[in-house]
């Protein structure tokens, strides 16, 4: 059975003072896709039926349910009742861990910080992120948003969708994937670089949306060096950033953005005689 299209055509009519006009537009689809591991569901996600496989991978890697996509033994992709469901079947020592987390569990998973009980899970420990030599061109940090544009078809026929890329200096972005949901679409990102063997500290994930500390979180475990988006950050993220020694970039529109940590990474920045805003 196929899964269902991305979007839609809807008829919607068009107001504005000097005329009322009737038509169509594309809107993205959002289904109920179910994250399941050996037979157990473990979270259920609203998210757009699109590349599915980086999406289950990219979930189990950043939710630190496997630590390498070769411990997901199978993955098959199943179409169920008012939803789809992402079937995992884990190698032995992967379940036993995930058995050991779910002993602990005592409520209900959640989007977003799922199979999180207590606060203080939610604000676990991240990873921290080597790549200390790691620099980028002051000009690559434009250069990946404004080139995210380009590698967006599906808010280009919406407008309605987020997006996260993979991009270095010298190749671009190399990869990128979208979802009606912000998480989403970097779980599938983080997914899809993983399938196709790409070194996530040798390059940056720039998003289309604000940093909140889930963002981070999954980009830590990514081992991403640098984290760009196009809205500002809360300051748990910013918190968490300097924790896992990642360059947090925010505001990176037009031809300006905004460092909140780890400067010493982008190159042609100069703090040192930076007037201080009043």
């Known amino acids: 059975?196929?899964?269902?299209?991305?979007?839609?055509?809807?008829?919607?009519?068009?107001?504005?003072?000097?005329?009322?006009?009737?038509?169509?537009?594309?809107?993205?689809?959002?289904?109920?896709?179910?994250?399941?591991?050996?037979?157990?569901?473990?979270?259920?996600?609203?998210?757009?039926?699109?590349?599915?496989e980086d999406f289950a991978i990219g979930f189990a890697l950043t939710e630190g349910i496997v630590s390498k996509p070769g411990e997901i033994a199978e993955l098959e992709i199943v179409e169920v009742e008012d939803g789809i469901d992402c079937r995992m079947a884990l190698v032995a020592s992967a379940d036993r861990?995930?058995?050991?987390?779910?002993?602990?569990?005592?409520?209900?998973v959640g989007c977003g910080l799922c199979g999180i009980e207590t606060i203080a899970e939610a604000k676990r420990p991240v990873p921290r992120v080597g790549a200390e030599g790691f620099r980028l061109p002051a000009i690559s940090v434009?250069?990946?948003?404004?080139?995210?544009?380009?590698?967006?078809?599906?808010?280009?026929?919406?407008?309605?969708?987020?997006?996260?890329?993979?991009?270095?200096?010298?190749?671009?972005?190399?990869?990128a994937r979208e979802d009606v949901g912000r998480h989403n679409a970097l779980d599938k990102l983080v997914g899809a670089m993983a399938r196709n063997g790409e070194d996530a500290s040798a390059g940056a994930l720039a998003i289309t949306s604000r940093v909140s500390v889930e963002m981070v979180q999954k980009a830590?475990?990514?081992?991403?060096?640098?984290?760009?988006?196009?809205?500002?950050?809360?300051?748990?993220?910013?918190?968490?950033?300097?924790?896992?020694?990642?360059?947090?970039l925010a505001r990176a529109r037009g031809s300006a953005f905004e460092v909140f940590?780890?400067?010493?990474?982008?190159?042609?920045?100069?703090t040192g005689d930076a007037p201080s805003e009043a």
């Open 1 to 52: 059975m196929p899964l269902p299209e991305a979007s839609h055509a809807l008829s919607r009519v068009v107001w504005n003072p000097d005329a009322i006009r009737r038509g169509t537009r594309r809107v993205p689809e959002e289904t109920p896709v179910a994250m399941s591991f050996n037979g157990s569901s473990y979270a259920v996600l609203m998210a757009t039926p699109a590349d599915l």
């Open 142 to 175: 434009l250069d990946a948003m404004q080139g995210l544009a380009g590698h967006q078809p599906l808010h280009g026929e919406t407008h309605a969708v987020h997006a996260a890329a993979f991009h270095t200096a010298e190749r671009g972005i190399v990869l």
């Open 261 to 270: 940590t780890g400067a010493h990474r982008i190159e042609g920045l100069d």
């Open 220 to 248: 830590a475990v990514a081992g991403s060096p640098v984290l760009i988006a196009v809205s500002a950050p809360t300051a748990l993220a910013v918190r968490t950033a300097v924790e896992a020694g990642i360059t947090l």
């Open 97 to 108: 861990a995930l058995q050991a987390r779910r002993r602990r569990m005592a409520g209900p």
